[in-house]
């Protein structure tokens, strides 16, 4: 474990000597802070109308789950660009060779590059949960629909970043080429569930497969083991792929 934290805290030291963190950082909340204004004003126009009619929804419904659903499509986009480095770029500089012949099992370097990311993303994720927050200076909040959307966030950036990182490994010496195969991946499971609506068909095998039904279904607040055990799987799966394509990196030196 230690050897893991060591690799998790190096990952995460060099993503903030790089401007590319800070600039993506920057501009994810400006466009999330007017979105998230953007919401606050709809509720503050719709407020009079909403106050006469009962069951009506409240201004967490207004605003977080908008929010946390715009969040999730800007970091499927941004995520590949920092997840492209992790392996690919290493293999570029001819450092991953230094890095495979060290005594560390391939494990503990896809765990450690694995979450050093991690910990960028969380802190994007608490950046957007501190949005909402500030509003019960002056208003109230459903906590526990708060605290399901920032799950959901949580668990979505994991599935991001564990794809990013087996792309990164499978693209050889091409950063680019892993951000590309990233994005256009995590996009066709985004999309799925939207195939079946738009052509009036239900489809369970789509609505399984797909990334944004399982989020919505966490957003509204109902923590279905389904969802949060596609997640789990999902990131599992796309690290033990990172693995073994580090191994057959071994066995062709």
């Known amino acids: 474990m230690k050897l893991i934290f060591s690799i998790a805290a190096r990952e995460f030291k060099s993503l903030f000597l790089s401007p590319l963190a800070w600039t993506l950082l920057a501009i994810l909340q400006i466009v999330l802070a007017y979105l998230f204004l953007t919401q606050v004003e709809t509720f503050i126009t719709l407020q009079p109308k909403l106050a006469t009619l009962e069951g009506t929804p409240g201004l967490t419904d207004i605003v977080v789950p908008p929010l946390f659903g715009n969040a999730g499509i800007i970091l499927l ?49 608490g950046l957007v949960t501190l949005m909402p927050l500030s509003l019960l200076t002056g208003g109230s909040l459903d906590l526990g629909k708060l605290a399901a959307n920032a799950l959901a966030l949580t668990l979505l950036v994991s599935a991001f970043a564990a794809c990013g990182l087996y792309m990164s490994c499978a693209a050889g010496q091409h950063p680019s080429i892993a951000a590309t195969a990233t994005v256009g991946f995590l996009l066709l499971l985004w999309l799925l569930n939207w195939t079946g609506v738009l052509q009036d068909e239900r489809s369970v095998i ?18 279905g083991s389904v969802d949060i055990g596609y997640f789990l799987l999902f990131i599992a799966s796309f690290l ?14």
């Open 77 to 125: 986009l941004i995520t590949p660009l920092l997840t492209m480095r992790l392996i690919a770029e290493e293999r570029k500089q001819k450092t991953l060779t230094l890095l495979l012949s060290a005594p560390v099992s391939h494990l503990q370097i896809v765990l450690g590059k694995y979450l050093g990311l991690l910990g960028l993303m969380l802190i994007i994720v």
């Open 206 to 223: 789509m609505e399984y497969v797909s990334l944004l039904r399982h989020f919505q279904n966490l957003q509204t607040g109902l923590l």
């Open 240 to 253: 033990w792929l990172s693995v073994r394509n580090l191994d057959n990196d071994r066995l062709q030196q």
